[in-house]
T-cell receptor, first 110, second 116 residues
């Protein structure tokens, strides 16, 4: 069973900021939080990974509160090409097999 | 391109035939994972290797499935006597596999298998 819970789907207009929240109440001390993006018929693409507080890269930001029981992926100014399924996972520094849930299907509308 | 590569990208076969897929991980990565993904679901773990050693197999990996990584570089996944239920996307991922630190898994493009 996936160790995370996230919304099944979300809709957004182009140019808006999208925040996808993930719950992981039973996260372990050694677990990292990782987000992947997947387009149809392609493998998951790594977006961002973090342990606590805030992580930012050229694609997204990841906000993790102090208790680490949830996290929020923030996508600034989405475009139509951001339409994809986004997976939130927790795993021990990536050294264990990943357990995927069904992810969040983001639809960006013009 | 130094990412994970998989071949073939697509495979159509008849029920009962054997198929073999290949995965070439990122060159310095010690760990290699195989996952399977069916429509509308997230990827499901099948097996993984640390160098040439196969460390874990999922219960999804029936005795018709076998995976190898003979020299600790590329890996093959073979399915014998394919069944229609084997139709799926087969994904390979690799990671550095070092103790501690962030060992991000990077995925290949997948091999889509269709069993007729």
């Amino acid at each position: 069973l996936a160790k995370t819970t996230q919304p099944i789907s979300m809709d957004s207009y182009e140019g808006q900021e999208v925040n996808i929240t993930c719950s992981h109440n039973n996260i372990a001390t050694n677990d990292y939080i990782t987000w992947y993006q997947q387009f149809p018929s392609q493998g998951p693409r790594f977006i961002i990974q973090g342990y606590k507080t805030k992580v930012t890269n050229e694609v997204a930001s990841l906000f993790i509160p102090a208790d680490r029981k949830s996290s929020t992926l923030s996508l600034p100014r989405v475009s139509l090409s951001d339409t994809a399924v986004y997976y939130c996972l927790v795993a021990e520094a990536g050294n264990t097999p990943l357990v995927f849930g069904k992810g969040t299907r983001l639809s960006v509308i013009a | 391109d130094t990412g994970v590569s998989q071949n073939p990208r697509h495979k159509i076969t008849k029920r009962g035939q054997n198929v073999t897929f290949r995965c070439d991980p990122i060159s310095e990565h010690n760990r290699l994972y195989w996952y399977r993904q069916t429509l509308g679901q997230g990827p499901e773990f099948l097996t993984y290797f640390q160098n040439e050693a196969q460390l874990e197999k999922s219960r999804l990996l029936s005795d018709r499935f076998s995976a190898e990584r003979p020299k600790g570089s590329f890996s093959t996944l073979e399915i014998q006597r394919t069944e229609q239920g084997d139709s799926a996307m087969y994904l390979c991922a690799s990671s550095l596999g070092v103790a501690g630190g962030q060992n991000t898994q990077y995925f290949g493009p997948g091999t889509r298998l269709t069993v007729l």
